[in-house]
């Protein structure tokens, strides 16, 4: 099972300080392209899998179809053609990606940073100053796009991905539910042995999150380091990430 991907759920992650350097620096950089140059495309025009979570109410921890989603999962030429030779490595081995989101409205992204996240905080964490609740919704909820600092969703250049089985589309196994805002998604979660060093769910999700973040970053993407769903291509985040002057991508569309 898994063939060729075996080294890669065998292969620890690296230390991710860098990675987080990145995510806390969110200073506006630079955009190569001109306004209104974006273009962006179905995610099955490049035979991607997919469903957007946020347009339908079987979304847990939500349940509900959140206000201003879209069921289209949208995203740049590019990052289609990259996720495309992507999911056809890991199909050689009868795997396949599937995304939860590509592009985001901005209603979305302020739905989930002002309103929905801030309140679900309050509510499970009512000793959080309003300062440190600011920095929790900042780990999972980037600032509604504005002006020369667009959200990465809001680029289509950022996608929401886990992996499935190619033959009936199961999903593989990665150790949390997708958009679970708590230390459960970083990353590198189970990458700490913890106090059960030969615990199976523990080594599985372990595995599967080492496979999905070689073949993405092998690719060019960005990781998050707070989300093993999220990875970026041509974004700020990805500008600083490998060290580009500017980013590629400005805000996709005006909604």
């Known amino acids: 099972m898994f063939g060729a991907l075996s080294s890669l759920r065998d ?12 995510w806390e620096d969110r200073a506006p950089r630079p955009i190569a392209e001109a306004p209104g140059a974006a273009r962006l495309v179905p995610a099955s025009d490049y035979g991607l899998r997919g469903r957007n979570y946020y347009s339908i109410a079987r979304n847990p921890p939500y ?3 959140v206000p201003g989603s879209i069921p289209d999962l949208l995203l740049r030429p590019q990052v289609g053609e990259k996720l495309a030779a992507i999911d056809a490595r890991l199909a050689l081995e009868g ?3 599937f995304l939860h989101d590509a592009w985001r409205p901005r209603a979305v992204q302020a739905y989930f940073h002002d309103v929905w996240f801030p309140a679900h905080l309050r509510k499970s964490q009512p000793d959080l100053s309003e300062a440190e609740l600011a920095l929790e919704v900042r780990k999972y909820w980037s600032p509604p796009s504005r002006a020369g600092a667009p959200a990465p969703h809001s680029t289509g250049g950022a996608v929401d991905v886990a992996l499935v089985w190619q033959d009936d589309g199961e999903p593989l196994f990665m150790g949390s539910l997708f958009d679970d805002g708590s230390p459960l998604s970083h990353l590198d979660h189970f990458e700490h042995e913890g106090p059960w060093p030969s615990c199976f769910s523990h080594a599985e999700a372990r595995a599967n999150r080492r496979l999905l973040y070689w073949v993405m970053t092998q690719e060019g993407f960005c990781p998050q380091p707070h989300e093993w769903w999220h990875f970026s291509y041509g974004d700020a985040a990805w500008a600083r990430y490998v060290g580009a002057a500017e980013a590629l991508f400005g805000t996709a569309r005006e909604d």
């Open 11 to 22: 292969r620890p992650l690296p230390e991710l300080a860098f990675l987080h350097a990145v």
């Open 63 to 65: 349940w509900h179809c």
């Open 95 to 97: 795997v396949r990606l």
